[in-house]
């Protein structure tokens, strides 16, 4: 049985004898042994292993060995003299298991650029830093579920094929066999999507069990080539019956600073290499977000505080008009220097759903804003009363015969309700410092490029 090196650095069994799997990152060699750096992908460090000339393939294999390459090796763990490690394993078997031609293998020891990384989704994991991605990631995910589970809530999996455009915004990638003329011909018999949000089959959960979070892949089609975008994300929503905006900001802000303190409790090492190298002074941004409150203002503040800004935006800011992320960022970096949260946004730029406040012209819509990324989380109270739904719903030009489960919602015991919806890879991308989204989950996908 192999054991994991982050477990072997944990408890340092010296004395013991153990196996472990991994790959090559370097070799060094002097004399008559050799001094081999192994990671196999459980933690950041490398388990420093020595092999000796008493080791049979000492000089046919070992001395072979090249970065990338896979190995198996049993061994003692002994006190190290070296510094910067406490333990190493003194080989006693090494086996060799899948070559790594270094004539061809790209992952040479310098830095790479995440870019040329990105060519090479396949390889990149094996990097110290997109390793470090993704265990934070598994944590982080991790943690969503904790953090709902602890609180009762229930996870519903909602579709990923859908009839419906939560959204309204016309992004969604239609699903067909390709073979289909009419519309008859469908397989579903209509037209279907990709989901781009399970927010309105979470409210049909709501609306039964009380509290729900749906947590899974999402789908745009829109062509927007940034680093904060993606055409498949995965989305964490969380809808509440019962609940009016004020609850549902609560429970983001709450759940945002569980996220970043789990982060770093758990994942130590990974989240150091992040504030060394990638963003400096992150540990000490994210753990200010932890300790103090978010920043709270209405859109119509924010639009003046944005007409009021010395700094020339590339976009014009109006009433009515949505903000742009130059906007977002100059909010949460400049002004308030914090998250904050921008509630009640005009209605017209606001999808169907979204609760119309007594003014009649704006909506109980609540974005988080971060610094570095800007729109975080999108939320809202629901609308749940039948007729301003349904007014709204043909303002929108919406067919009312596709959303008549939707509207039965609210003919048959409706309540206050409310939810948000978090980009997961926002997040990680926020927590990790990583400049760009596609850093932030294994395959990106984005208009043009999904390579495997
Ligand atoms: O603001 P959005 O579009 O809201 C909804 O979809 C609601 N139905 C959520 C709800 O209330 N249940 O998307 C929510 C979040 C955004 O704040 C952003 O973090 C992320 O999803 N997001 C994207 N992330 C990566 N790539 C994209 N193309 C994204 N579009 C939205
Ligand atoms: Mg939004």
Redesign the pocket.
Known sequence: MKTRIKNILQAKPVGQHVSVAGWVRTKRDTGSFSFIEVNDGSCLANLQIIGDEKLENYESEIKQLSTGTSVMVEGVLQESPAKGQDVELHATRFRVIGKADPETYPLQKKRHSFEFLRELSHLRPRTNALGAVARVRSRLSYAVHKFFQEREFVQVHTPIITTSD??GAGEMFQVTTGLEKTKAEHFFGRSAGLT??G?LQ?EVYALALGDVYTFGP?F?A?N?NTS????E?W?L?P?MAFCDLQGNMEIAEEMLKYLLSDAMTNCPEDMLLFDKFIEKGLLKKLQGIVDKEFAHITYTEAVERLKKAKKKFEYPIDWGRDLQSEHERYLSEDVFQCPITVTDYPASIK?FYMRVNDDNKTVAAM?ILVPGIG??????QREERYDVLESRMIEAGIDLADYSWYMDLRRYGSVPHS?????F??LVQFVTGMAN?REAIAFPRTPGSAPC
């Not at 904060?228 to 055409?231: A, K, V, Y």
């Not at 729109?375 to 809202?380: D, L």
Request: net charge negative; aromatic share 6%.
């Open positions: 939560c959204e781009v949000s927010q979470a999402t745009r829109e927007s904060r975008h993606l055409s994300f989305m929503e809808e999808p974005d729109e975080i989380v999108g939320g809202s939810g948000f919806g978090l980009g890879e926002r989204i």
